[in-house]
């Protein structure tokens, strides 16, 4: 079974400053993917970012990159030079060896202050 | 560019009714899925499908059965509605097994009264 654990409250960053969101993971698959999603209020999943468990370099997509510990089981995602329109929920989510299914976390709110 | 639409934005249902909420992409895709989200418990998965006529039970099926006669298409089925199926529904697909990307549609918020 694969768990995704994300316990941070809401976060607050100030627009133009770097954050961190994080994600810890769980799961007994050799193999696995680790992605993030973003949800603007208007309520469509929009996806950020990729990981794959044997890559070797931590992913990265414009403003955002992924800190990737596997060793720590965490896959936290870093936005770096907020803007306002960031503000949203960001789920973190994996996809375990051989399978399309995706297990996803509780969601972190992210607001942007100006 | 990536589609997957659903046919209602907001639909409001009465408890017993029989509810259907529809899903289209139109980018060849093999695999589609159902969601439903709640607040403080994310995305879980109800259903999938990774061909036509084929379905899959994800991790809460209760209460609602699938369909996908066509491979563009993936309805999701409440046969009875009860009040605790009042949720937004989102549906997804991605290319194939081994594909990286889910894309999602807007979701449906659905009221049972």
């Known amino acids: 079974a694969q768990k995704i654990t994300q316990t941070q409250p809401g976060m607050f960053v100030q627009e133009k400053e770097a954050v961190t969101l994080d994600c810890t993971y769980d799961?007994?698959?050799?193999?696995?993917?680790l992605f993030w999603y973003k949800q603007p209020s208007s309520g469509e999943m929009i996806f950020l970012i990729y990981?794959?468990?044997?890559?070797?370099q931590n992913a990265t997509e414009g403003r955002y990159s992924l800190n990737f510990q596997k060793a720590r089981k965490s896959a936290n995602l870093v936005i770096s030079a907020s803007q306002l329109g960031d503000s949203a929920m960001y789920f973190c989510a994996m996809r375990g060896y051989a399978n399309s299914k995706l297990t996803f976390g509780k969601g972190i709110t992210l607001s942007v202050r100006p | 560019d990536v589609k997957v639409t659903q046919s209602s934005r907001y639909l409001v249902k009465r408890t017993g009714e029989k509810v259907f909420l529809e899903c289209v992409q139109d980018?060849?895709?093999?695999?589609m899925f159902w969601y439903r989200q709640d607040p403080g418990l994310g995305l879980r998965l109800i259903y999938f499908s990774y061909d036509v006529k084929m379905k899959e039970k994800g991790d809460i099926p209760e209460g609602y059965s699938v369909s996908r006669e066509k491979k563009e298409r993936f309805s999701l089925i409440l046969e009875s509605a009860s009040t605790n199926q009042t949720s937004m529904y989102l549906c997804?697909?991605?290319?194939?097994?081994?594909?990286?990307?889910?894309?999602f549609g807007p979701g449906t918020r659905l009221t049972v009264l």
């Open positions: 997804a697909s991605s290319f194939n097994r081994g594909s990286n990307t889910q894309y």
């Open positions: 980018m060849d895709h093999e695999n």
């Open positions: 990981q794959g468990s044997y890559d070797q």
């Open positions: 799961t007994s698959d050799p193999s696995y993917g």
